[in-house]
């Protein structure tokens, strides 16, 4: 099946400005980026990155320039995968998945894959009602990220009479936008055998886990 | 199995002030208590709350009174019902599920205990690396809810060589503790053909999802 994550070039993770400056934001949403592909990759998928604009490095997979914003960019690349409208439902499945879902794991996303073979539109949400990844196979269904898109993708697929899977799951749920959301790959990096580049990144530069008031945050050295 | 579902009734949901005042916390809290009650009876287990008070109400199962601290009260009953190292491996299994976890339901409570039978140790970690459920059968196991308890749970699992099973889900991960997650409640009922008691006071109390920002959260009529 393939795959496409979305990845912003331009000035990715901005959110993360109170914690890491540009540079650093740019190697962690890479690093976050080459996690998701391995474990897509992992997975049985075949992972190809849409990006906003060309990558500077090796990926090794292929990659798709579209410099749209992210609705009109995967909307094209579904149009022109489940051939809109004309091939019906015997069009491939095709999977997108976000690129900073650095608690991705190839076992979680082998059972979104699988959930978007039974069903016409398998949807993994994301908190705050995101779509953070999902599966399609029918041209009937298109994206809008805006706003509450989980609900919002639940509604364009009923409205179609498309069947719909949902796979809950807190590490597809658990999308790193925010400083807090970067305690949740440290805690579940510490929980695992083999945890990626992105755990690695923050390691290395300097974050750890901070229990001091309470909750669980992050502080840096 | 007997799920023991902690509850305090001195003052619950103090994080959530921001937005319901202390007696609208108080109904907001039981309303999950409820929703939590029903589902792990309808996952087949057996719940007894364990309340820091007596429970004004009919809850329908058996109330437990201990109005010690989370981590005292819990030890003190998987001590009780595991034996305390005198019945070893043979002892029963007893699960502990957090009372505000509006979005569970039967069939992820149903994975929890199965996991359960096969572990000795089977969590459910949530936002923030807490522990948001677990199953526990050998009495070497104990809790120690602050700070990053998922973390410390499985390293005291660890420590005594039992077997741990993580699962894995969204519904499970998520709390009611801040104002924030009144989104989450919101969106998972609205996507949900049986959303129980605390969505739909949520509702009545005028709550709905606002994503005028951009983002999703709760605006209140």
Do not use: Q
């Amino acid at each position: 099946m393939e795959v496409l994550v979305p990845f912003s070039t331009d000035r990715p993770k901005s959110r993360l400005s109170a914690v890491l400056d540009a540079e650093e934001r740019d190697r962690f949403a890479r690093a976050m980026l080459r996690d998701v592909l391995d474990a897509v990759d992992a997975a049985g998928g075949d992972p190809r990155v849409l990006a906003t604009g060309p990558l500077d490095e090796d990926v090794r997979c292929r990659v798709t320039v579209d410099d749209r914003p992210l609705t009109e960019a995967v909307n094209a690349a579904l149009d022109a995968r489940l051939g809109g409208g004309d091939r019906g439902g015997d069009a491939e499945r095709v999977a997108v998945v976000m690129a900073d879902l650095a608690l991705a794991t190839p076992e979680r996303l082998r059972d979104l894959f699988d959930a978007g073979r039974e069903a016409d539109l398998a949807l993994a949400p994301g908190r705050g009602g995101g779509t953070n990844a999902f599966v399609a196979g029918d041209p009937r269904f298109s994206v809008d990220y805006h706003g509450a898109s989980y609900l919002d993708h639940r509604e364009i697929a009923a409205s179609a009479g498309l069947s719909v899977a949902v796979v809950d799951s807190y590490r597809l749920a658990t999308d790193v936008d925010e400083p807090g959301d970067l305690a949740e790959v440290l805690i579940h990096a510490a929980a695992d055998a083999d945890a990626g580049r992105a755990a690695a990144w923050l390691a290395d530069a300097g974050f750890a886990l901070d229990t001091a008031d309470g909750r669980v945050g992050v502080r840096r050295e």
